[in-house]
């Protein structure tokens, strides 16, 4: 609000915060963005990118990968803040790490699970948006890119993907 008054724009501030290892995996510890009352800086949070080689299982998919690894460390970040969660088609950056494969069905299970996680009960979806992050769009060096291929390895199945997960939207399972 304070920014929105001066400068006369409301600025949105999304931090990228969560991480698979130490105090950021649990957001009662993590200390990034937060003032000396306890209170953010930020108005949500996301994870750019959930991958480290070292937790990653041999010929694992990044589906089974973000769901064994990313989702118990996504679901208390978006009970407690407003959290957007990252999706990640696949993983290969050519250094030597262990690839995560995928595919376009596996990477819609993604979209429609991450995009259905809880908010807190102090949301405000009329101010905040409904988000999910791609890691990322043209990531060539690390294999991970839904922008479409001139190689034919997977033409543009992840950009289709995305495109119908838009025109259908969201549609989270009832309780």
């Not at 080689?53 to 041999?58: A, E, F, G, Q, S």
């Not at 979209?111 to 043209?138: G, H, K, Q």
Request: hydrophobic share 35%; glycine share 6%; with cysteine.
């Amino acid at each position: 609000d304070k920014i929105k008054n001066e400068v006369g724009v409301d600025i949105f501030f999304i931090a990228d915060e969560v991480f698979l290892l130490g105090f950021g995996r649990n957001p009662n510890t993590a200390r990034n963005g937060l003032k000396e009352d306890g209170t953010t800086v930020f108005d949500a949070y996301t994870s750019y990118n959930m991958y480290a080689n070292r937790v990653v299982i041999d010929n694992e998919s990044a589906t089974d990968f973000m769901f064994r690894e990313s989702l118990p460390i996504f679901e208390p970040w978006a009970e407690e803040t407003v959290f957007f969660p990252n999706v990640l088609p696949m993983y290969h950056d050519f250094r030597g790490h262990k690839p995560l494969v995928g595919d376009a069905a596996q990477f819609r299970e993604q979209l429609d699970t991450f995009a259905c996680l809880p908010r807190p009960s102090w949301y405000d979806s009329d101010y905040s948006p409904e988000i999910v992050f791609v890691t990322s769009f043209n990531e060539w060096w690390e294999g991970s890119q839904v922008e479409p291929d001139l190689e034919e390895r997977y033409g543009y199945t992840f950009i289709d993907e995305l495109k119908r997960f838009k025109e259908e939207g969201i549609q989270c399972p009832t309780v």
